[in-house]
């Protein structure tokens, strides 16, 4: 086993040797040039893992949502909105031109679909677009269409 220990610029090594239920020091060595050049690499790269690269699960700048009309059969897809509530409420907008009974189906910082099994549509969401479709399949029925698909940061 060893333990490592920061003796002025230079990083000592310790190699100590289990004894009973305690360790004993059989030798150092110490980590110069080079070889301290990557240590301290290392630390840092490690350090900047552990705290700084932490990013939120929406960090996204853009969001797609659709909003769906049962009473018209209508939807609305809106993307690249900067929030959630942004484009919820450009979908519910747009929809609402068409039919007063509109419902958020799907949001996502991703991507968004709306899928037709013959009874009811369902929203889904994923990382792609393909995600998305899969999910909204999944809670439909069989032999379901899909309907929209569209990405947040879809052009």
């Known amino acids: ?17 289990p004894v ?4 004993i020091n059989i030798g150092t060595s ?9 240590f301290v690499l290392a630390a840092a790269v490690g350090v ?6 932490a990013v939120p699960v929406h960090a996204a700048s853009n969001w797609a ?10 939807s609305y897809t809106s993307y690249g909105q900067q929030t959630q509530a942004q484009a919820e ?22 991507c968004v679909a709306l899928t037709d099994d013959g ?7 994923g990382t792609t677009a393909q995600a998305a479709v899969n999910d909204a399949l999944a809670r439909s029925g069989g ?11 879809d052009q």
């Open 48 to 53: 900047g893992l552990s705290i700084g690269l």
């Open 119 to 125: 009874k009811s549509v369902h929203g889904g969401t």
């Open 89 to 110: 409420q450009d979908a519910l907008q747009h929809c609402s031109a068409k039919g007063n009974d509109c419902q958020i189906i799907a949001s996502s910082a991703d």
């Open 1 to 17: 086993m060893s333990g490592w220990a920061v003796v002025g610029c230079n990083v000592k090594r310790r190699w100590l040797h």
């Open 65 to 74: 949502a659709i909003a769906y009309s049962v009473h018209e059969d209508y």
């Open 143 to 153: 032999g379901a269409k899909v309907r929209a698909t569209k990405c947040s940061t």
């Open 20 to 23: 009973g239920d305690r360790y």
């Open 30 to 38: 110490t980590l110069k040039g080079r070889h301290m050049n990557r």
